[in-house]
């Protein structure tokens, strides 16, 4: 069983830059790879970026492409979204999500944080 705890989103001004965090807990092992997804209100879940948890290689979404960075750090179980010249369109409540080996899909979601840009 694996557990999830974002954290860092809050208010900011339009090109400002924000982090936010993801720690993992339970059986880290099983994880093939972390997502992070937005939803925005009335619109679906999108995906935004993800991380394979051993080898590191990304995937972005091209709203994103330039401007955010998905890492983990494998010691502290955490993986980080580093958001950069943020807009208002980014507005959203953003996910962390793991998939698990033989699993097919993202399972485990957490909570979500706020991330809210202003004009």
């Known amino acids: 069983q694996v557990q999830l705890d974002e954290s860092g989103g809050g208010l900011v001004q339009a090109g400002a830059s924000l982090r936010l965090s993801c720690e993992v807990f339970?059986?880290?092992?099983?994880?093939?790879?972390v997502g992070w997804f937005r939803q925005a209100p009335g619109e679906d879940r999108d995906f935004v970026a993800s991380?394979?948890?051993?080898?590191?290689?990304?995937d972005y979404a091209d709203s994103v492409k330039g401007r955010f960075t998905i890492s983990r750090d494998n010691a502290k179980s955490t993986v980080y979204l580093q958001m950069s010249s943020l807009k208002p369109e980014d507005t959203a409540v953003y996910y962390c999500?793991?998939?698990?080996?033989?699993?097919?899909?993202?399972?485990?979601w957490g909570q979500g944080v706020q991330v809210t840009v202003s004009p």
């Open positions: 999500a793991t998939f698990l080996y033989g699993s097919g899909a993202y399972s485990n």
């Open positions: 991380i394979i948890w051993s080898g590191g290689n990304t």
């Open positions: 339970g059986r880290t092992i099983s994880i093939y790879k």
